[in-house]
């Protein structure tokens, strides 16, 4: 098995229906064969999204979710920015599995696992807006997961900035989203709560992956993880760790943050 050509082949597939296809394949060839993770295939640098000819791109202003979640338009609108992010989402799995060499095998299955969990995601909010009369591509979208692909050529500062933080902080934008559907309760929101319920279950695994390696490669390079954790997020976006952010405690320390952590920036005085 070629891994590292057949897996970039499946991240630059631009339809998703053929992407899921070729995934589906690939992952179960991946599961029982034995694979050189240090093989010579030279992988492309990527500068535009897999999704560039089939999706409206716009800038991040011009896609702002709308906030209402009791017209259908409100709806639909809403399930198509979260349906948007788990498509990211999947090719941000596939590059982080495919992008860097040598790493134990966990690391690769990991990554896999994640994607396997992101197409998954995707469908069941795609399901949704279908319901609604919408196709996934009716709405314009924002490249701003695909820019912090590109803003993170290595291993240390991707698994810090896109599980450990851009994850990491739609732990704390699910359950604000799952509020809101709360106080509409009708029946098709009450399918987007079991739909966004289930997501960030499985979130909360993800950022634990990232966690994991992040952690994996500070040892490595024998640094600090919590100091290199925020240099990382500053250098990439200026001014976010002097943010106040409310945190999911819980789940954060489920996906490893330490209480130090968390108190910075949460900026209170406790991590209960
Ligand atoms: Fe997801
Ligand atoms: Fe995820």
């Not at 896609?63 to 338009?73: D, F, L, S």
């Not at 009716?138 to 896109?162: G, Q």
Request: aromatic share 12%; net charge neutral; hydrophobic share 35%.
């Amino acid at each position: 098995m070629h891994y590292f050509k057949q897996l970039e082949e499946i991240l630059l597939a631009q339809e998703p229906k053929n992407k899921f296809e070729l995934f589906e394949i690939f992952y179960k060839e991946f599961k029982k064969t034995t694979i050189d993770f240090l093989d010579s295939y030279q992988i492309k640098n990527i500068k535009e999204p897999s999704y560039q000819n089939i999706l409206n791109i716009v800038p991040p202003s011009e896609a702002k979710p709308r906030k209402y979640v009791n017209t259908k338009e409100g709806k639909a609108f809403l399930l198509h920015t979260i349906a948007h992010i788990e498509y990211s989402a999947i090719d941000l799995a596939l590059d982080a599995a495919l992008r860097f060499k040598g790493l134990p095998r966990k690391y690769y299955e990991d990554w896999l696992e994640v994607a396997e969990d992101e197409i998954r995601h995707f469908l069941m909010i795609e399901k949704l807006l279908n319901e609604l009369g919408t196709k996934y591509g009716d709405i314009p979208v924002h490249t701003n997961l695909f820019e912090a692909m590109v803003l993170t050529p290595d291993l240390l500062s991707r698994m810090a900035v896109v599980p450990r933080y851009l994850e990491a902080n739609g732990l704390e934008q699910n359950p604000k989203i799952m509020e809101k559907l709360k106080s509409n309760p009708d029946q098709f929101n009450k399918k987007i709560l079991n739909a966004l319920n289930i997501i960030l279950e499985e979130e909360i695994t993800h950022v634990q992956k990232g966690d994991k390696w992040f952690k994996f490669e500070c040892k490595k390079q024998k640094l600090n993880p919590e100091s290199t954790y925020l240099e990382i997020l500053e250098k990439v976006y200026p001014g976010s760790t002097n943010k106040k952010y409310n945190i999911n405690f819980e789940a954060r320390k489920q996906a490893g943050f330490s209480c130090n952590e968390l108190k910075f920036l949460s900026k209170q005085e406790s991590c209960l």
